[in-house]
């Protein structure tokens, strides 16, 4: 038993660590994405604007403060009071008038209609081009370190707390009715009840502070909550809540008076509906195209994966407390449902991954894509111990079904069957040596379950690889007596990669004395802009300062120098979309 309990507090260390992406990641890592600024990233202007717009891939919910401008001294310029613009995916706020020359920063934070935050920042200049530090500046996108990790671990906590109840009352109803008078049945689906109802409670204060890039403090701050309450995210967290509240008094009777009628049982399983429903509506999935087939695909995601998570909780209690002819015919049952619970979460599994992911290059290219490998990596563990599992079963009870009938007559003198050392009794039912191998088999799954979880939790504050994804940049040209190789990465509005080989006529690489990068967009007028490049080794010169503030053809054009004497330029031009 200590053992076991060890094995467990590690897995579950293991699941702690795999949410830490999740926790970790910045708030910006969302699923709405800045596709163009008014005026422009960088622009010159030759009157000062009177308004700063910002366009995204899709809605945003905009509050007052989400947009600052800033001059040069750090003094607001706009009126305040920003809004949605003439449409849904827009946010504008209105400038002062008369404002002198200089540079301008403009900072902005909305909320996608995911439910996450995203942030940045981006400079123009009143006059004459903005200063080169602020046309890269980059806007604060951490928020609150204390915020950002309670919120990952409320989500986590509710994943594992809705699938445990979810699919533990269905073991419990369909496989296992006389398991709901058991009192380590009642306990574990009250914890799982407080656990998800802890969790929804807890994302609900969190949601305003976590969005706004507040701290801890902020939930004093009634204004944030109303407007969660107000928006889709806190709607269908109150339908949650609602429902696990509905569903209390229900599981309690069942608790006292086994298995509920027709009626009742119909009942749970609407709520359940409900619960798994307001899961799947959360986050990705009610956002983008094809939103009904997403919400669908993920509500069957979350009953699948719960059948399973809850089942396995319950198989846990069953080997312990259950007698021999009772396992004998529950697990035969469950192995089954288990292939079909399977069956379910590889297809809408599939379903969400072509939805969310688009093309086999964005699974390897991008921190989605190859946060969705390792999550499989833990399902295909998952399939392998189930696998084993059962066929444990069928190795076992398949042989043993002509003594189920005796051994339940002869229940009363053999006890509950587990007080056995042996591996096999004599009536053919595994023994108690052989039930504590399965049920070491069960825990480690249950471990793995936990780690998807985590990672599954990570996945839903990440970009979706479709959004996320542009096919990197591969060109070539010569430079004087040299060829140059050059990769660019993402090629899509916002931060951008560039790696640069200089290889000599000789074939070796080429050492740099320095180099530098200018970016311009000639159908906008827009640069060119000087991003100065890293020597890291021998040929190699590389870049994380890139920013492409518009989509379009742009021309980039780089400086080699080899010695004192020697520099050699060279053009080449690449599509951001």
Known sequence: MRRIAVVVMALVALATTSIGLGVGVAPASAHALLTGTDPQGGAALSAPPARVTLSFSESVRVAGDSIRVLDRAGNRVDLGHAQGGAKASQAMVALRSGLPSGTYVASWRVVSADSHPVSGAFAFGVGGPPDAGAARAEGSTSGSAAVGFLFGVARFAGYIGVGVLLGGCLFLLLLWPAGLRAAASGRLLATAWGLAVAASVVQLLLQGPYTSGRGLGALADWSRLSATLDERFGHLLLIRLLALLLAAPLLRQAARMGRPDLWRRGELAALGLAVAVSLAAIGHGGAGDLVGLSVASLTVHVLAMSVWLGGLAVIVILLRTASAAEIGAVLPRWSRLAIGAVVAIVLSGLVQSWREIGSFAAIVDTSYGRLVLYKVWFVLGMLGVAALARQWVRRNYGSARAHLAAAADADAGLGTGQGDG??????????????????????????????VLGL????????????????PFHGSAFAGPMTVKVRIAPTRIGPESIDVYAIAATGKPQRLAAAQAQLSLPAKNLGPFTVPLDLAETGHARSDDLQAPLSGSWQLRLSLRLNDFDEYTTTLVYRVR
């Open 422 to 451: 042996a591996a096999v009794r004599a009536d053919g039912l595994p023994g108690a040596a052989a039930l504590a191998g399965l049920r070491r088999g069960v825990v480690a799954e249950l471990a793995l379950a936990a780690v």
């Open 456 to 471: 599954t939790a990570s996945l839903v504050n990440m970009v979706p690889a479709r959004s996320s994804y542009a096919p």
